[in-house]
Nanobody
Framework: QVQLVESGGGLVQAGGSLRVSCAAS????????MGWFRRAPGKEREFVAA????????NYADSVKGRFTISRDNAKNMVYLQMNSLKPEDTAVYYC?????????????????WGQGIQVTVSS
């Protein structure tokens, strides 16, 4: 079992920055691929970013490339999503997810564990 807890969400103005974090427990963190997904009101869940177990590979949705950065600290069992140049369309509940195979994958259905999600709201 893996437990994931997101933190750091909130309200920010368009053009601003925010970092969301995810704390993992229950399994050797350095074996897990980690991803961030989001669900906006009335929309399907969508992929945001992913990072492989030793950070050798990252993967981003086109909509966030150049603005968001995913990183991880295996010593602290943490994964981060730094979000810059935020837009109102980035408003969503952001979810952290873990893949036991260690890859940086974009397909939500392949992740075995999910956090509860955290709200990020970008005002115009």
């Amino acid at each position: 079992q893996v437990q994931l807890v997101e933190s750091g969400g909130g309200l920010v103005q368009a053009g601003g920055s925010l970092r969301v974090s995810c704390a993992a427990s229950g399994r050797i963190f350095s074996t897990l691929g980690m991803g961030w997904f989001r669900r906006a009101p009335g929309k399907e869940r969508e992929f945001v970013a992913a990072i492989s177990r030793r950070a050798e590979t990252t993967n981003y949705a086109d909509s966030v490339k150049g603005r968001f950065t995913i990183s991880r600290d295996n010593a602290k069992n943490m994964v981060y999503l730094q979000m810059n140049s935020l837009k109102p369309e980035d408003t969503a509940v952001y979810y952290c997810a873990a893949d036991i195979h260690g890859s940086a994958i974009a397909t939500g259905g392949l992740y075995e564990y999910w956090g509860q999600g955290i709200q990020v709201t970008v005002s115009s």
